[in-house]
């Protein structure tokens, strides 16, 4: 008899998630919340993270836009951490960017 599948549990998105982002993902993340913690909170440039994430998985900018390698805010928040991740506006010109602080 075939298992039946059930749909996934809120709770359980985030382990998946985790499941399938790579750990070079992860890696490169840890690197620059430690690299910009100020006592307070890490600010990490979005364009930043994806070089990084691209170099070490060898990989190109569009392919990790289309893996959703960089929505990780849920994997950081279920660790205890407080994430805001802002992106300009219309006529707006910053630099799209995480913010981690201390839950």
Same mark, same amino acid.
């Given at each position: 008899m075939k298992n039946k599948t059930f749909p996934i549990k809120p709770e359980e998105v985030v382990a998946k998630r985790l499941a399938d982002i790579p750990e070079e993902v992860i890696q490169v993340f840890n690197e620059l919340i430690s690299q910009n913690w100020n006592g307070h909170s890490a600010t990490v440039d979005q364009s930043k993270a994806c070089k990084a994430i691209c170099k070490a998985l060898k990989i190109k900018s569009y392919e *990790? !836009?289309?893996?959703?390698?960089?929505?990780? $805010?849920?994997? !950081? $928040?279920?660790? =205890?951490?407080?994430? +805001?991740?802002? +992106?300009? =506006? !219309?006529? $707006?010109? !910053? $630099? *799209?960017?995480y913010v981690f602080k201390k839950r």
């Open positions: *990790a !836009y289309e893996r959703n390698l960089l929505d990780i $805010e849920s994997l !950081y $928040e279920q660790s =205890g951490w407080v994430v +805001k991740y802002d +992106k300009p =506006g !219309y006529n $707006e010109s !910053y $630099e *799209a960017h």
